[in-house]
């Protein structure tokens, strides 16, 4: 029982740690900074943020690890850390079911379908009549092997039998401005990123990676509309080391869920293209596990061999 009261103390009345395994100004890092300022404006917990880049988030992981179970520092991801890395690479220095524990579903933030303008097509069935009539002669790009934007199209090519060759670029970065020029044919890129685009109709979007319509572009289709079950959306989650007193881990679930609901926080994210989830422990977890098996599924589609 004194651990637990322990814990409590720290998440209660010291300040907590949101560990982030990107840079600054990544998807992580704007949703942990968007909570950890809510949870300290309005709450009255102050919470800081600790971006740990670099070694496929085992750096990051190592904090959590190697520091005190006591609720002291919690761990801010995107999925691709427990969903992607684990059929990537052989050698992790974190198993994301051995050493930490879901705490809440912060937010998502759906990939957007975009084309260049010269594919004449209106909407998402006839982009897919499109590509099956002209077999290995179309191109997508997309941030990296691996990435998320790479395993939502070689998901989409496996479910309908598409032939449309990959070309990988080192982030949206080069992804964006290629399909721009005209260098591909399309690819999936966050909604910030296109936006500009889409308003001089240089890009058209044609569906989204989520398991449904987005409220920030309710009239773009969810791919999961012609592919049940299909869900490649980028989730950003909250975990917490592996021995954290539960209690510590229900009080953190509880207060995440109630910044996700605050107004302002919903608009901040919305604006980053980012929708606020703040769901509960169990709904956490169960998203980790079904997502960890779809990107698995998604590699073998693609063909990669794990480092």
């Avoid at 097509?121 to 897919?128: D, G, K, Q, T």
């Avoid at 509880?254 to 769901?279: F, Y």
């Amino acid at each position: 029982m004194a651990g637990a009261g322990l814990g409590l103390a720290f998440a209660d009345e010291r300040t907590v740690k949101f560990v982030v395994p990107n840079p600054a100004g990544g998807l992580p890092d704007t949703v942990a900074r968007v909570f950890a300022q809510k949870m300290t404006e309005k709450l009255g917990q102050t919470v800081i943020v600790d971006n740990r880049p670099g070694a496929n988030g085992m750096i990051a992981a190592q904090v959590l690890t190697n520091g005190p179970k006591d609720g002291s520092a919690f761990l801010v991801a995107d999925g691709s850390m427990f969903s992607i890395n684990p059929h990537l690479y052989k050698s992790l220095s974190y198993d994301y079911r051995r050493d930490f524990l879901p705490v809440s579903l912060a937010a998502s933030a759906p990939l957007y379908l975009a084309a260049h303008p010269r594919i004449k097509v209106s909407n998402l069935r006839e982009l897919i009549a499109y590509i099956k009539s002209k077999p290995g002669e179309l191109t997508y790009g997309s941030s990296g092997i691996g990435s998320t934007h790479h395993l939502s199209m070689e998901a989409m090519k496996s479910a309908l039998g598409l032939d449309i060759q990959h070309i990988p670029f080192k982030g949206s970065g080069q992804s964006v401005p290629a399909l721009i020029g005209g260098q591909v044919d399309m690819l999936f890129s966050a909604l910030p990123s296109l936006s500009g685009f889409v308003k001089t109709g240089q890009v058209r979007l044609l569906g989204n990676n989520a398991a449904k319509r987005s409220s920030q572009e309710p009239n773009v289709p969810a791919i999961a509309e012609v592919i049940p079950g299909y869900d490649f959306s980028p989730t950003i989650g909250v975990f917490a080391a592996a021995g954290t007193p539960q209690s510590v881990i229900d009080k953190m679930s509880a207060d995440l869920a109630k910044v996700a609901r605050m107004p302002e926080t919903i608009q901040i994210l919305s604006n980053a293209g980012v929708e606020a989830v703040g769901g509960s422990v169990a709904e956490h977890g169960k998203v980790i596990a079904s997502e960890n098996d779809r990107f698995g599924k998604a590699v073998l589609a693609a063909g990669i061999k794990p480092e």
